[in-house]
């Protein structure tokens, strides 16, 4: 129980930390740096949260299905983790994409340089 | 059969299709063409019911599996959605290089936002509200000038934080029910703990941002004024559907349970910051498209706060409104779009175009009307239903702030349409806006949606009753004593 526990306040950490970098750090890259430590933040969470202990949820062949479905890991969260494990990858790769673009017109990477609202 | 997934499956395999064509100019005008018109049909295709996906369904009690819930609401939420998203692609038809992929994204956005509004699971909507954020952004993207990049960057930036928060919300649902589908976990949060009421904030949050209400109204008006006209038609359609459909998740959800009294006033709240905010940025702007931008923002706030009353009469109200503002602020920005193709949205170098397109100019006054809620047009009709169903519930200050609101909304249209089409203008720039054609197709548009706002405005129950068996299934009467 202990390690649910712990990954439940490095997840917390994460995301506190995530928040504080896309809202008060001055680089563009940074932010996008933020926001993926965020990001798996949230993905800590959920894995954690379907941890019980037990074992992974996959069921060899030589064990009762009792036993399987008494010990193993909900497997539910892993699944929604993979799907936005690559939503985010898609994510941040248009920010990367859209931060050079601007980084190749303002040739800085200041965000109160690229971002000021006219 | 049920052909149901149709809905979202079609327009997606469209939309890689099209996408593949980018550059052959004839194929994609056909083939937009085709999908246009047959996206008209595909909401009338469906059963109504539960689908559930992959053979899998009720076992042992519990839903499993991806489901979704198709009924007559959503029917007609949906068949609105499709035909102001045929009449954008057809608009885009005439633009000279026809795009495929400007189609696909449109497409993709449609799918996404339809199955935003189909779903029963609450992880099928937090990835196709994420496909419908990734597709708006390449729809502001795809206009190709500085400032777009800047909006879409800001855009993408709140909408990763709102993302996120959104799944850690569902997460904390996960944990305290064990399940996800939405219908299964309203039996499970009777027995609620705090970590329920953690996950009703961040589903609230990503709602805000979907949706443009306080505090990101900012980054999504500013997309709105970034992209070009007919593809904000297309933008702000979206948000307004996202903002139903994930109300009526969280009505449908927490409804009755103990404090949802303090999550529905911050909602009427949100609403209504988002309504005075959204207008009183409309009145300094001195870019029509900007000033368009924020009206959309502020009748948002309409919608929302119809919907965060939660009452019947409230919810129908809502959902009419949400209808009835798609498609005359659509037709605004189609105006837009043909005055944008004349000369520009500024509105100190414009005038004088009443002579030049009297035809337009008459539409573009329909459409303003019915915004400011004139009678015979739409808007009055939903907006009439809206200070009911706020006098129903005991708060008259609310359906006064309404009424305000609309005030300020028609005097800044009115001063946009002075300064637009009869402020005296130079003999040169008579000849100037000669020499520019007319889209036709966006005028063919724009006369479809200023018929059906005249068609809602005199016979509003052709969709009104439509709406009320999902209403009173979801909304609970109560006042405030």
């Known amino acids: 129980m202990e390690l649910q526990v712990a990954s439940f306040i490095t997840a917390g950490l994460l995301i506190v930390i995530g928040l504080y970098g ?24 959920l894995i954690a949260m379907g941890y019980n202990g037990g074992v992974v949820p996959i069921k060899l062949p030589n064990m009762p299905f009792e036993v399987f479905a008494s010990k193993s890991a909900y497997p539910l969260p892993q699944a929604l983790v993979l799907t936005n494990i690559v939503i985010e990858a898609s994510m941040l790769a248009i920010m990367l994409a859209l931060s050079m673009v601007l980084y190749k017109k303002y040739k800085t990477l200041k965000a109160s340089v690229i971002l000021k609202e006219d | 059969m049920n052909f149901l997934p149709l809905i979202v499956v079609f327009p997606l395999m469209m939309a890689i299709i099209l996408n593949y064509l980018h550059g052959k100019e004839k194929i994609v005008r056909f083939l937009t063409f085709l ?37 007559q609401t959503k029917q007609v939420v949906i068949f609105t959605l499709m035909l102001i998203g045929s009449l954008v692609l057809i608009t885009g038809m005439g633009e000279k290089h026809a795009n495929g992929m400007f189609t696909a994204l449109t497409l993709m956005g449609l799918a996404s936002v339809s199955a935003v509004v189909l779903s029963d699971d ?16 390449g729809l502001v993207i795809a206009s190709g000038t500085e400032k777009a990049y800047k909006a879409a960057f800001r855009y993408m930036l709140m909408g990763c934080v709102a993302g996120s928060l959104l799944l850690l919300g569902i997460a904390f649902l996960l944990s305290a029910t064990g399940t996800l589908n939405i219908t299964d976990m309203k039996n499970y949060l009777i027995n609620a ?10 589903l609230i949050i990503g709602l805000t941002y979907g949706s443009g209400l306080p505090p990101f109204h900012t980054v999504k008006a500013d997309l709105y004024a970034r992209a070009k006209p007919f593809i904000a038609a297309m933008l702000q359609t979206y948000s307004k559907f996202v903002l139903v459909a994930m109300m009526l998740v969280i009505l449908k959800l927490f409804y009755g349970m103990p404090y949802f009294n303090t999550a529905h006033g911050a909602l009427i709240a949100l609403s209504i910051f988002g309504m005075v905010f959204g207008v009183v940025m409309a009145l300094m702007q001195s870019d029509y498209r900007k000033l368009l931008a924020y009206h959309a923002i502020s009748q948002g706030g309409y919608v929302a706060a119809g919907l965060a009353l939660g009452t019947p009469l409230g919810i129908v109200a809502g959902i009419f409104h949400a209808i009835n503002h798609v498609i005359y602020k659509s037709a605004l920005f189609l105006g837009a779009y043909i005055v944008h193709k004349k000369k520009g949205s500024n509105l100190a170098k414009l005038g004088g175009l009443l002579p030049i397109i009297p035809s337009v100019a008459f539409m573009v006054l329909c459409a303003k009307l019915a915004i400011s809620g004139v009678p015979p047009f739409n808007g009055f009709q939903s907006k009439w239903m809206l200070a009911e169903a706020a006098m129903e519930v005991n708060m008259p200050e609310l359906a006064v702030i309404m009424i305000i609101v609309s005030i300020g909304t028609f005097v800044s249209m009115m001063k946009a349409f002075y300064l637009i089409y009869l402020k005296p203008c130079s003999e040169e720039q008579i000849n100037e806006y000669k020499s520019k054609e007319v889209p036709k197709l966006a005028i063919f548009s724009l006369a479809v949606l200023t018929f059906l706002c005249i068609l809602l405005g005199i016979y509003p129950d052709i969709v009104v009753e439509k709406l009320y068996p999902y209403a009173y299934e979801i909304g609970r009467t109560w006042a405030l004593k």
């Not at chain 2, 703990?193 to 961040?202: D, E, K, S």
Request: charged residues 5%; proline residues 2%; aromatic residues 18%.
């Open chain 1, 22 to 45: 896309v809202f008060f750090v001055d680089n563009v890259i940074k932010k996008i740096i933020a926001l993926s430590a965020m990001g798996n933040g949230v993905n800590l969470v």
């Open chain 2, 35 to 71: 999908v246009a018109l047959a996206l008209i049909v595909l909401p009338f295709i469906g059963e109504y019911g539960f689908y559930y996906f992959s053979g899998h369904g009720v076992e042992n009690g519990l839903i499993s599996g991806i489901a979704y819930l198709f009924n």
């Open chain 2, 122 to 137: 609450l992880f099928n909507l937090y990835v196709f509200y994420e496909i419908a954020a990734v597709a708006q952004t």
């Open chain 2, 193 to 202: 703990n705090p970590m329920v009421y953690g996950g009703l904030l961040m």
